[in-house]
């Protein structure tokens, strides 16, 4: 059964720095993993998808990278600003086709 | 022009009721889902449908039936709620099988007291 864990949990940055949020998933036979943002109360925004044949996507300030061997995948973000303040969620798709997600990261971004 | 919407937004009704929740793409999506996320803001998969057939069905009460009229809607129906059906629920779609993005809806908070 796949399980997707999200490091770190929360996370607190002054606006401007540049942060890494990880994401290990334990079966690597995976179709896809796909990043999502979550703002409180709302639904999900997909940020970025990244097939099992790639390695990395980025979109704007956002890139997000994929090791399918070692169940790995970062999203990196640069310059961060406040408006970033959101969860950020990772999840894959196996042959069950629908998404496995974990359990987020919390990001706060203070002026 | 919303691409996944659902009805109702909110929704509180006592224990033992019967209450439904619909969802509309208009995307031309072939694949709808519906997930659920709970009060740790974990979300898990419920059901999934390709071309109105259902190809997902985890392990959810039988209280929970989906019902896709055709392939722009797939409402979900809940008998006897209970206490612990309290969550958010999110409908989402998608062009074709796993290999797409996944377009969610803005949620419905279902309340049960």
């Known amino acids: 059964k796949q399980e997707v864990t999200q490091i770190p949990a929360a996370l607190s940055v002054p606006e401007g720095e540049n942060l890494v949020l990880n994401c290990s998933f334990t079966?690597?036979?995976?179709?896809?993993l796909q990043w999502f943002r979550q703002d409180p109360g709302k639904g999900l925004t997909s940020l970025l998808l990244i097939q099992s044949s790639q390695r990395e996507q980025t979109s704007g300030r956002l890139n997000a990278s994929l090791d399918k061997s070692s169940g790995r995948s970062t999203l990196y973000i640069a310059a961060s600003q406040p408006g970033d303040s959101a969860t950020y969620l990772c999840?894959?798709?196996?042959?069950?086709?629908?998404?496995?997600f974990g359990k987020g990261t919390s990001l706060l971004v203070t002026p | 022009d919303t691409a996944v919407s659902q009805t109702p937004k909110y929704l509180v009704t006592q224990m033992g009721n019967d209450k439904s929740i619909k969802c509309e793409q208009n995307l031309g999506h072939d694949t709808m889902y519906w997930y659920k996320q709970d009060s740790k803001k974990f979300l898990k998969i419920m059901f999934s449908?390709?071309?109105?057939?259902?190809?997902i069905n985890e392990t959810v009460p039988n209280r929970f039936s989906p019902k896709s009229p055709d392939k722009a809607h797939l409402n979900l129906h809940i008998n006897s709620l209970e206490l612990g059906d309290s969550a958010v629920y999110f409908c989402?779609?998608?062009?074709?099988?796993?290999?797409?993005?996944?377009?969610f809806g803005p949620g419905t908070r279902l309340t049960v007291l």
């Open positions: 989402a779609s998608s062009p074709g099988l796993v290999l797409d993005t996944q377009y």
């Open positions: 999840a894959v798709v196996n042959s069950g086709y629908a998404l496995n």
């Open positions: 449908y390709n071309n109105k057939e259902l190809i």
């Open positions: 079966d690597s036979a995976i179709y896809n």
